[in-house]
């Protein structure tokens, strides 16, 4: 994890020293991943002095998604054994509001 972080910091031409705060995200997701990435987020936060946020996984995805003002996002993530997560979302204000949370539903369901 701490390698990957390096690589973005390089490619942005940046050190820890530019950074003014950290946003991780909290799920859904992994458990594992979700562990691994906040243990991580934390640790930097405490070692660097730096306020630390957790950002939903859909919202953060949703956010990203290109879209003007308004559209509607149906956000899908593999969640396993033949489920997904899945959420809407409307952009909004150069972010995304949440719709209808996100929650575990069969494909076959979807």
Known sequence: MMGLISEVLDAANADYKALTGLAVCVGPGSFTG???????????????GLPLVGIPTQEAIAAAA????????LVIQHARRGH??????????????????PHVVAIEAL
């Open 34 to 48: 979700l562990r691994v990435g906040v243990a991580t987020a934390k640790a930097l936060a405490h070692v660097l």
């Open 66 to 73: 290109e879209g003007g003002e308004g559209t509607r996002l």
């Open 84 to 101: 997904v997560y899945a959420g809407l979302w409307q952009r909004s204000n150069g972010g995304a509001v949440e719709l209808a949370a």
